[in-house]
């Protein structure tokens, strides 16, 4: 079966600007999760989707964030105005109910 | 609660063993264990969801004391592929209402 995707792989962008990012999950997959590592440090939960429904959002930084999920499928994450501190590597993962996450490769965000 | 991983790094020799261990504060309903190399996506290796459960993969298991709060990885005569960092993920409630919460990693060096 295919992974989960994510893209773009890189990004680097101004502080300023705005920023997309992509996630297609693994078809079937209700559970959908948003991570950022940021410089080498641990992994850290932003935010859970359950299909189309927002279940957890308390990891999510501040209102520059918003994330979406378009009919339970794939899934959005937007920074807008970005910030040197919104570097890192932004990691997507989704799971079956219960089961292990497959990750998707990550965006490395470069915010200069 | 972020969980406590210990140690933080570890050198071995190729065949020499090694234990992770994860700690939490909180009762734990069940752990995560995964694997990353550098600059790629975490790849789940395991799930334990009982208190006492032990579970392997090839040289590589782990166990959960529900009572503890921990679970332990234990690499069996570890070969150059187990090389990475190793993260353990900690839930608190079942059915996939929370997210995981990471711990901060245990680097892992396998040399020759």
Not at chain 1, 28 to 40: A, I, K, P, S
Request: glycine share 12%; with cysteine.
């Amino acid at each position: 079966e295919a992974g989960v995707t994510q893209f773009p792989s890189h990004s680097v962008i101004e502080k300023g600007q705005t920023v997309t990012l992509r996630c297609d999950p693994i078809s079937g997959h209700d559970n959908l999760y948003w991570y950022r590592r940021v410089m080498g440090k641990e992994i850290k939960f932003l935010l859970h989707f359950v299909k189309e429904s927002k279940q957890d959002e308390s990891g999510m930084p501040n209102n520059r964030f918003l994330a979406e999920r378009t009919g339970g499928t794939y899934s959005t994450l937007k920074v807008q105005p970005a910030e040197l501190e919104d570097s890192g590597v932004y990691f997507c993962a989704s799971s079956s109910t219960g089961g292990g996450y497959t990750f998707g490769s990550g965006t490395r965000l470069t915010v200069v | 609660q972020q969980p406590v991983q210990s140690p933080q790094a570890v050198i071995l020799r190729e065949g020499e063993d090694a234990v992770i261990n994860c700690s939490s504060s909180k009762a734990l309903y069940s752990v995560h264990w995964y694997r990353q190399k550098h600059g790629e996506a975490p790849v789940f290796l395991m799930i334990l969801l009982k208190g006492g459960e032990q579970k392997g993969h090839d040289k590589i298991s782990a166990s959960f004391n529900e009572k503890k709060q921990q679970s332990s990885l234990y690499l069996t005569a570890s070969q150059l592929s187990y090389s990475g960092t190793y993260f353990c993920g900690t839930r608190r409630s079942g059915g996939g209402a929370d997210g995981l919460t990471f711990g901060k990693g245990t680097h892992l060096i396998i040399q020759p």
